[in-house]
């Protein structure tokens, strides 16, 4: 891609708006960071292949296995690390407390809690993989310029 098509197009995403519609301040401001920090960043780390006299930019074998990073976490929800933390914490609390026999949890045998904290796990599984599945970075709308057509 072209330095100049990317920055109209990032001009465009990052201003709610499309490319026929975005300012020459707004096109120059995403232009001039791409090329001064982002670009140089990203080929340094084997992201880009970016040819700087050319203003050519392509993505490499490592930069397409990023997908994986650009976790999406709207309004109020929490990332997917800090739920599995907080459920692995839930979950060694019921192992501690059915070790040391606490009641009332002491009333169902080691192997209904074992089957308990796997089900939890996966539950919790399913639902991420389901979430990501729908929740990765452009799929869920088109950009700006293509809303209209």
């Known amino acids: 891609m072209q330095l100049g098509d990317l920055s109209e197009h990032i001009a465009a995403w990052e201003n709610g ?7 020459a301040n ?11 920090h982002h670009l140089p960043k990203m080929a340094e780390r084997g992201i880009i292949e970016y040819d700087s006299r ?5 993505l490499t074998d490592q930069g397409d ?11 109020r ?13 839930v979950n ?15 009333l169902l045998s080691d ?15 399913i639902a991420h993989v389901y979430r990501d599945s729908s929740m990765q970075l452009g799929t869920n709308e088109k950009p700006p310029e293509l809303r209209d057509t």
């Open 65 to 75: 296995e990023l997908d994986v990073y650009l976790e999406v976490v709207a309004g």
């Open 54 to 58: 050319a203003g050519v930019i392509e």
């Open 92 to 106: 060694a609390t019921i192992v501690a407390a059915v070790a040391v026999g606490v009641w009332p949890l002491s």
């Open 17 to 23: 708006t499309t490319v026929e519609e975005i300012s």
């Open 26 to 36: 707004e096109r120059k401001r995403v232009y001039t960071s791409l090329q001064s």
């Open 77 to 89: 929800d929490i990332p997917w690390s800090q739920y599995y933390l907080g459920l692995s914490a």
């Open 111 to 125: 192997i209904a809690w074992a089957a308990f904290i796997v089900t939890t796990v996966l539950v919790s599984a």
